[in-house]
């Protein structure tokens, strides 16, 4: 069973960054599906595309979404650095915890962002029928990528900090 601990207070913290960037790739997805769907549809009449090919309802859209995995991705792994510090048992563990504990703020709105869809609001937002019909029907039940995320990372620290809780009573 310490061999499944390791593991868990190992991979689980890991799995933040690699979480937030698959969110990020999927949305991607339904973000230039959106796209395509919005200028062939009958309201588009000639508009401009940016050099990425992206609308601007589209390019808006991508860099909420790419703002909100980019701050879960960043809060993975300074998560996956606290739960290997917290692992070792000794000294600092407190301000780890509680350092841990504050960075669940960011954490939590960046998937309050992508909780409230960024793609499907814009396109309210712009007034584009035909971008918020091209999205997949899967496109909202995204953000619950980002939801594992921090639910894998917060089982992943907690065993971590259970470990090195083990490891300073043996030393002492």
């Known amino acids: 069973m310490a061999g499944k601990r390791w593991l868990i207070a190992v991979v689980l913290p890991a799995l ?3 979480l937030a960037a698959a969110y990020a790739v999927v949305n991607l997805v339904a973000i230039e599906a959106a ?7 009958p309201e588009w009449a000639g508009g401009r595309l940016a050099a990425d090919g992206m609308t601007a309802v589209g390019r808006d859209s991508w860099r909420l979404v790419l703002a909100a995995a980019a701050v879960v ?9 606290i739960g290997a510090l917290l692992r070792r048992g000794g000294r600092g563990r407190t301000p780890l915890l509680v350092l ?5 703020v960011p954490y939590a709105l960046a998937v309050l962002v992508a909780l409230i869809n960024p793609a499907k ?3 309210g937002l712009y007034d584009t029928p035909d971008f918020a019909g091209g999205l997949p029907a899967w496109q909202p039940a995204t953000v619950l990528v980002l939801v594992a995320a921090g639910l894998a990372q917060a089982a992943g620290v907690a065993t971590a900090a259970a470990q090195g809780r083990r490891a300073a009573n043996a030393r002492s």
Not at 73 to 81: I, K
Not at 100 to 104: F, P, R, T, W
Request: proline share 4%; no cysteine; glycine share 18%.
């Open 35 to 41: 796209v395509k769907a919005q200028i062939t549809g």
């Open 73 to 81: 991705g960043t809060l993975g792994v300074v998560y996956a650095v």
């Open 100 to 104: 841990s504990g504050v960075l669940i």
């Open 121 to 123: 609001a814009l396109a």
């Open 16 to 18: 933040g960054p690699v």
